[in-house]
């Protein structure tokens, strides 16, 4: 059974950082790509970083760059998502994501197969 479990959500205040990992518990994506989406309430699903192992090539959406960093253990199957100078607006559920996209869809919900059941990130004083 494919899963992706997630943990390392929690509150933090405007300004702290927080470091979510993904475990992709049956290797199932080991020649694909991994990585996050966020979903903040009343808003759509959105991207926020993906890694795809083969090559290491990396996505950042425009509005972590800078404050955010995915990496990954391709041995252990396990994406990161350090997130640094966080700020409330940063405050979602975040969705670890696996699959095999292309380049159109690497930064696209429909690039991803298989999600997890999320974890709640709240940025908050």
């Known amino acids: 059974q494919v899963q992706l479990i997630e943990s390392g959500g929690g509150l933090v205040p405007p300004g702290g950082s927080l470091r979510l990992s993904c475990v992709d518990s049956g290797g199932s994506f080991r020649n694909g790509a991994m990585g996050w989406f966020r979903q903040a309430p009343g808003k759509e699903r959105e991207f926020v970083a993906t890694?795809?192992?083969?090559?290491?090539?990396?996505a950042l959406a425009d509005s972590v760059r800078g404050r955010f960093a995915i990496s990954g253990d391709r041995a252990k199957s396990t994406i990161y998502l350090q997130m640094n100078s966080l700020k409330s607006e940063d405050t979602g559920v975040y969705y670890c994501a696996g699959g095999y996209p292309i380049s159109s869809t690497m930064t696209t919900r429909q690039g991803y197969r298989t999600w997890g059941q999320g974890t709640q990130v709240t940025v908050s004083s």
């Open positions: 890694k795809r192992w083969a090559t290491g090539a990396e």
